[in-house]
T-cell receptor
Framework: DQQVKQNSPSLSVQEGRISILNCDYT??????FLWYKKYPAEGPTFLIS?????DKNEDGRFTVFLNKSAKHLSLHIVPSQPGDSAVYFC?????????????FGPGTSLSVIP | DARVTQTPRHKVTEMGQEVTMRCQPI?????VFWYRQTMMQGLELLAY????????DSGMPKDRFSAEMPDATLATLKIQPSEPRDSAVYFC??????????FGEGSWLTVV
């Protein structure tokens, strides 16, 4: 049973436009979320996080929004650049294991078209 | 520039053979993870250690997979015997807290 879901396997966006990547979770106990970015042939790298005490966290072109009642979060990239083309993973710590165990979604592959 | 180092980067082996993947975590990190990336499941957690002690290996097929951390600078993931369905990218990651989980570049395993 996937506790972190990313229902869009892929997304294509024109350069300069907004990219919106979605993530849903099933465990209402999750209170911290992370986004990781992965280029081909590399390991994932941390991008941005959000705590459940906030509904928005912004870092440059990247903003994560959290809707706790809907158990939904989204990552917005504005403006999108070709270098943003990568796989994006949504993740949440497993609250049963003192937050060390991080559960990842299946990922969304973003293509930014020049 | 501290990084998680994994070997081998690529491995092609025949079904039934033993495969050992090695990971050198970042010095000072007390938590080490093994993840497997597949098309369908994304990043699956196989096992993880804190201060070298195994905390959870429930994600691993117990009959063929084993994970150990013989010392603070080395974590290993062994598959014996390997099967074609084990073909995937295996990532090691280390960290102290959630924001600082650093991944290695992965070991690409193909079992034929």
């Amino acid at each position: 049973d996937q506790q972190v879901k990313q229902n869009s396997p892929s997304l294509s966006v024109q350069e300069g436009r907004i990219s919106i990547l979605n993530c849903d979770y099933t465990n209402s106990m999750f209170d911290y979320f992370l986004w990781y970015k992965k280029y081909p042939a590399e390991g994932p790298t941390f991008l941005i996080s959000i705590s459940s005490i906030k509904d928005k966290n912004e870092d440059g072109r990247f903003t994560v929004f959290l809707n706790k009642s809907a158990k939904h979060l989204s990552l917005h990239i504005v403006p999108s650049q070709p270098g943003d083309s990568a796989v994006y993973f949504c993740a949440a710590p497993d609250v049963k294991t003192s937050y060390d165990k991080v559960i990842f979604g299946p990922g969304t592959s973003l293509s930014v078209i020049p | 520039d501290a990084r998680v180092t994994q070997t081998p980067r690529h491995k092609v082996t025949e079904m039934g053979q033993e495969v050992t993947m090695r990971c050198q975590p970042i010095l000072g990190h007390n938590t080490v993870f093994w993840y497997r990336q597949t098309m369908m499941q994304g990043l699956e957690l196989l096992a993880y250690f804190r201060n070298r002690a195994p905390l959870d290996d429930s994600g691993m097929p117990k009959d063929r997979f084993s994970a150990e951390m013989p010392d603070a600078t080395l974590a290993t993931l062994k598959i014996q015997p390997s099967e074609p369905r084990d073909s995937a990218v295996y990532f090691c990651a280390s960290g102290h807290n959630l924001n600082t989980i650093y991944f290695g570049e992965g070991s690409w395993l193909t079992v034929v």
